[in-house]
Every structure is written in structure tokens, then in C-alpha cells.
């Protein structure tokens, strides 16, 4: 009987399994536009290019390069760098609407079913109420408590 669970046999799987994920991973993800930005390292993303000090010297070089609106990766998830008042006016100004939210927690919202903790609630029409809700259980607070 051969023994399929053998060493090369187990990491050559896991090699194809890997590439095949890192190989669909990075052509779906560029079904999005996304805005330009540094070229993002396998995995860690633009951890490495990431300014740890100095950042708005760093943003600002980028700005020169790659536009107003910069895209970096980091491990994953994306981050928009704006390096112009016109770009975060059209951005956050005047589409806000579609940019302010939380971002989704998949381990304490969904797996846990906490989807309807105030913190974790993505904002829209069932977030309103519970706002009310919670300031109404609050009790009203005096001038002088602030004193």
C-alpha cells in the first residue's frame, strides 16, 4: 500500500496550494481600480517601504511620484494615503458617505455572534436607534458634575 502522506508528497502539495492561493489572490485583486502606489512585497505587503519616522516627508515623496491619492498594502489590508486639501475634499467631503464606516470583524461579529455590539455595528439604519438607546439608559448629567 503506498503512503501518500509522505514528506515530498505533502510539500509539494502544500507548495501548489500556496502558489495557486498567492497566484488568485494577486489577480483578483486587481479587478479593483485601485489608485497607484509602491510595488507591495509578497505577504507583507509595502510593510518594508512603510515610513516608521519622518512620515509626512515620506508621503510627500510619494505624492511627487505616484499622484494625490497613494495605495499601500500591509499585510493585506489597504491603506489611502491623500496628500493633497483637493483630494480629501472630493474624497472625504463629498463622497463621505460611502468611505465612513467600521471595518468588518469577522471573528467578534460574525463567528461570535456579536453583530449587534454598538462598537462593532457597521453604521447605518439599525445603528441609529441603538445610539438613542444608549444615551436614554445614560443617566443626565449636571453642570456641576462636570466641575
Sequence with gaps: M???LS??????GSLVVFSAYYIWRSYSSRRYKLPPGPRPDPIIGNLRQF???????VF?????EF???VYVQIFGRGVLVLNSIRAVNDLLEKRG???SD???QVAFGELLGMEKVLSLMPYGEPFVPSTYDTRSAQPPQRASDKA
Design 60 to 64: 510627500s515623496e510619494w505624492g511627487k
Design 102 to 104: 467600521r471595518p468588518r
Design 67 to 69: 499622484g494625490d491619492v
Design 7 to 12: 514528506l515530498p508528497y505533502t510539500v509539494t
Design 2 to 4: 503506498a503512503n501518500y
Design 97 to 99: 458617505s460611502i468611505y
Design 51 to 57: 515610513p516608521k519616522g519622518n512620515q509626512p516627508e
